[in-house]
């Protein structure tokens, strides 16, 4: 593999300058910058965001008017839809492919995640920016962390007890947990909070973040149990963050899981860093729209700061280059790719089987 330096600033949620980057990504830069893929779309992001809010606001209305009844477990369900294309506007913002100023940017970007569906935005700021830096790093990327899930055997083989129950069968119980990555979601950005590094501005903006994370959490729970009663409310929040957590899941699984990993200290250069680890998803604009643009992870992760509906537009720009240069690019259907995540999953925990030998 190529060797290259390593960035200049390892949180830096956007893209390096192709001039640090090395010749091969270099010229891809300047082949997607003149096609002007780069630029922000003010249009899309303006009807984006309006139509969101709306339909966000008519699942409430619709709440609110169905009142008490089970079928406001389809509202649940619609809600939670909405609170994923939600993440997803979030997590543009986050990326600053809405708007050209950062401040408007984390402003869309705390007002989506933090005040209309209660997940920490300052939180998760600080873990995607380590992901983007080495994608499938051992140790390095959060989203490889142990925990509920071994993305290594190393991390299967130190498992005891009910880790290791869980380690032998984390293939099959892999999307059932997705029902409670909503909720870890919820209470890792709440804990965030009570996190007090960082220097007296970071504090400032945790405040500010806290109040509209506490003004979520008491506004929805009000709503819910002031529009039903005890057992229908709180079988409304389970559908409600279930699903949400559900389809969260089902959008960044395909993502990586099950693509070739890094040792720490591996020294690879970024073009083949974000090409090498990541996996596109093969679909139409349905597909776009439902991942969330996340179906192209292979620009997203070269361009990250590049506008979403540019994203399909440069796949045949990268796809070309990395055919040219003998960079594998891996593209699959997106039944195909959970089968994948689930193979590797069910590879990791094998050294858990006794049954097996390993």
């Not at 869980?166 to 950005?189: I, K, S, T």
Request: proline share 5%; hydrophobic share 45%; glycine share 10%.
């Amino acid at each position: 593999m190529n060797r290259g330096t390593e960035p200049a600033d390892p949180a830096g949620i956007s893209e390096p300058s192709p001039g640090s980057r090395g010749s091969e990504y270099a010229a891809l830069s300047r082949e997607v910058k003149q096609s002007g893929l780069l630029k922000r779309r003010p249009g899309y992001y303006s009807v984006k965001v309006g139509a969101n809010l709306l339909l966000l606001a008519a699942g409430w209305t619709a709440f609110a008017l169905i009142g008490d009844s089970w079928w406001q477990l389809l509202t649940a369900a619609f809600l939670a839809v909405m609170f994923t294309q939600t993440g997803f506007i979030g997590h543009d913002a986050g990326h600053h492919q809405i708007a050209a100023s950062k401040r408007v940017n984390n402003l869309l970007g705390r007002v989506h995640a933090d005040l209309l569906i209660g997940l920490s935005y300052g939180w998760w700021i600080a873990k995607h920016n380590r992901h983007h830096s080495h994608p499938n790093y051992v140790d390095r990327d959060p989203d490889i962390a142990d925990g509920a899930i071994a993305f290594t055997q190393d991390q299967a083989r130190v498992r005891s007890g009910a880790y290791a129950w869980l380690g032998r069968h984390q293939a099959w119980l892999f999307f059932p947990m997705l029902l409670l990555e909503g909720l870890a979601l919820h209470v890792a950005g709440v804990r965030a909070m009570f996190d007090r590094a960082g220097t007296r501005t970071s504090r400032v903006t945790k405040l500010s973040e806290a109040g509209l994370l506490t003004g979520h959490l008491v506004g929805y729970l009000v709503a819910v149990f002031l529009v039903l009663p005890p057992v229908q409310a709180v079988c409304f929040i389970a559908v409600h963050q279930g699903l949400f957590g559900l389809y969260m899941g089902c959008s960044f699984a395909p993502n990586h899981k099950g693509m070739p990993m890094f040792a720490k200290d591996d020294k690879v250069d970024f073009l083949r860093r974000q090409v090498l680890t990541s996996r596109n998803i093969r679909g139409h604009r349905f597909t776009d729209f439902a991942l969330g643009g996340l179906n192209y992870q292979i620009e997203h992760h070269l361009f990250p700061s590049m506008p979403r509906p540019s994203l399909r537009h440069a796949q045949e720009i990268v796809r070309t280059f990395c055919a040219r240069h003998g960079i594998a690019y891996h593209e699959t259907g997106l039944l195909s790719s959970y089968a994948q995540v689930l193979r590797h999953l069910h590879a990791v925990g094998g050294p858990l089987r006794p049954e097996l030998e390993y």
